[in-house]
């Protein structure tokens, strides 16, 4: 008899016989399950191992009493036909999916605008060739001025996105990647043609239109009104715009600019090394040219003409090696900004799925810790030389510069030491560089969210000051009706009140303090937490047991907030206890055992370390302290919890080897009765 889950809710149907002495085990089990795409999921928490898509659907099924389990064969036809109607299903996604991009393609308001562009231009040349519509009068004007006007309200967006692609194209010869300005027009170039086009429209409604129109036409002055409260709207639509695009970008580049340089760069090192090597006159040009240059360069990278590659790479290459420059510029440029954080936001680390000889054929996205793990198992085999456990640079020379070897070398546990990448040391570098990658993308995420939100609250409060200066314009609003709605207003803002405060604060929490990003561990109120989601007015951790907590940022902003993925190489203290009757030869010896030991381990301790007695306690106990140093801050925590382990551990052994105890001191016992 198959064993039911525990987590599972079991339904018995044949409850008639539960009193009888000799129960029957049930033909079926009727299982409540709860489906695994409906469980709540966090971003940070991934299987260990790819999930085998049939368990999950076999899982998911509801079992049904009187219907017989099938065949493995049986099955595995049910799967053949399940990829057919895939398969299928796919090519008519895909046609259809080209058929949407086809109608997209159409712009209709675009065609619109320019049958309406036809048809008035062919009434203004009428209006101006044919005698008797010369002299036809139309509310006092001729018949070409109507035309005219016409033409200009409804053909003056065609115009005025002329001028901004005119505009658009001078500045992107001219000041690409070197001014701020080029990423801004791209934010603001629709209000500054409906802008433009709004002054066209009041430029010719003034020339065709005189005083003495308006006078004596009370329709027009009114049109005439609400042309200008238009145009001071749009004014103040782009001002808006200009400020928010300050702010993010601005935000952007002090904060994310570093990290996705970083990202990028690591994106660059992973799809070189996944290709082919050089050809042998790429290789030697470029052993040439680094034959001079010393061993010791620094960790930074520096600007450097790209040498000729093979043909190997096609046009992605050229887009890594587009990328690789923008992540080598010491200056964070708006536009730069731009560019990488969608880059990062709508990109995986991309590498060759297939080895050297099938290049060009299969790509893949790394998308979860085990295709990273996968993926830099690849890597290594097709990097290192047959059966070699370890890359040399020599074995890097085949693939990057030398100055892009001696950036990696560092981020890479032992490289610098040794001079050699072990397997394990390959593979922990990915799978961090995809860590930092899925983090840093859900920053990017959760920042534009916030620019979004942020955008929609300043679009209320400028609509209603657009109101208000409209209606003072068209004249229709007088000094009482500015004086009551001002009043209304007020008593508005006394009422939410509380609300108002808990928004501005959660905009300075986010965008001007900003303590933390996604996937930071945290520590606040004494609990760690990891950065999960954050929003305007709340943020979302995880616990150490995966449990989502909601924090207000109005709340966090009176907390004191301790980040470990922002600290510096963190320390640690281990206490311990010993009998104060031991040696000084002894707790000198332990002294030398444990700076040996620290020493052998470059890679996990500083080797500056302290040991110090903190007190003598019963004339029998001195408590000491053990101060280390580790080589990393404490955002992976459980690499920090595997170095302590080891290093008390070794404690041990070294207090085993020492002979160093703990000894009570003689305790007096009363004998209150004795039977011999």
Known sequence: MEKPNSDHVIMFMDDQNHNTTETKPPSRIQTLRRLSFSKPKARFVEFSQPINQKTISESNEHEIEGFPSDSDEESDDDDNEEHEEYDEDGYKNERFRKKKKLIKMINWKILVEW????????????????????NQLKYGLELWRWCLMILVIFSGRLLSRWIIKIVVFFIERNFMLREKVLYFVYGLRKSIQNCVWLGLVLVSWTFIFNAKVHKNNK???????????????????????????????SFHVTTYFDRMKESVFHHY????????????????????????????????????????????????KIDIEKLKKLSMQSTASAWTVKRLVSYVRFFGLSTISKTVDEFGQTKSEITSEWEARSCAKRIFKNVAKPGAKYIEEDDLMRFLKRVEIHTIFPLIEGALETGKITKSAFRNWVVRAYHERKSLAHSLNDTKTAVQQLHKLASGVVSVIIVVISLMVMGVASTKVIAFMMTQLLLVGFTFQNMCKTVFESIVFVFVMHPFDIGDRCVIDGVQLIVEEMNILTTVFLRYDNEKIY????????????????????????????????????????????????????????????????????VDKMKMALC????????????????????????????????????LLPQEIHLTQCNV
């Not at 309406?116 to 010369?134: A, D, E, N, V, Y």
């Not at 082919?276 to 450097?304: I, Q, T």
């Open 269 to 316: 090192v992973l799809d070189t090394l996944s290709g082919p090597p050089m050809d042998d006159m790429a290789y030697e040009e470029a052993h040439r040219r680094n034959l001079g240059v010393s061993r010791s360069l620094p960790a930074k990278l520096k600007e450097s003409s790209v040498f000729s590659k093979s043909k190997r790479m096609g046009t992605r």
């Open 551 to 618: 924090y207000p940022n109005a709340v966090l902003i009176t907390k004191p907030i301790s980040n470990f993925y922002r600290s510096p190489e963190m320390c640690d203290a281990i206490n311990f206890t010993i009998d104060v009757s031991t040696p000084m030869e002894t707790i000198i010896a332990l002294k030398k055992a444990i700076h040996t030991y620290i020493e052998s381990k470059p890679k996990y301790w500083n080797p500056k370390h302290s040991v110090i007695v903190k007190e003598i306690e019963n």
């Open 219 to 249: 329709l027009l002055r009114k049109v005439f009104q609400a042309l200008i409260a238009v145009l001071i709207g749009a004014t103040i639509w782009l001002i808006k715009i200009v400020l928010v695009k300050v702010l993010a970008s």
């Open 628 to 663: 280390v140093q580790h080589t990393i801050n404490h955002q992976n925590y459980g690499d920090r919890n595997i170095r302590m382990t080891e290093l008390i551990l070794e404690l041990k052994k070294m207090f085993e080897n020492l002979n160093i105890k703990y000894r």
């Open 115 to 134: 049958i309406l562009f036809i048809m008035i231009l062919t009434s203004l040349i009428c209006s101006l060739t044919i005698s008797s519509l010369q």
